[in-house]
């Protein structure tokens, strides 16, 4: 037998022995009840929520500049995944001598993975007379 269904027959029974405080206090214990059981229920699908997230977090990794999962070779658009916890395929546009290009289907972000990852400063010219060494 359930709480709900225990907890309504001792309301019943003392009902029969027409004690009317102690009826009242069995009703208000019944409702407590209800409103534990409901609370329970709720933090139940909750905690199932994010034990799925969980779950989820482990398995993604981050290799620059996506995510990824084990035994997927397709990345994860790391702007859904960095800001709601999205786990989003990004879509393979090209492959150039230069660059990869991959889109996000949901948040429309254009990825271009650079194949070269040198820093290219900005070339300036001194003037020799300013130079140090004459
Ligand atoms: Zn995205």
Redesign the pocket.
Known sequence: MGILDNAKEIANSVHEIKNLELYARVLNLHSDIIQLVEDNSRLRAENGELNKKLQLRKKMAFKEPFYFQDGDETPY?P??WETQS?A?H?VFVFNREDATRWD??????TYMDKKDRRVIRPHKNVPPSTSWMR
């Open positions: 658009c702007s859904c999205f989003i990004v996000c289907p949901s948040c429309k972000t």
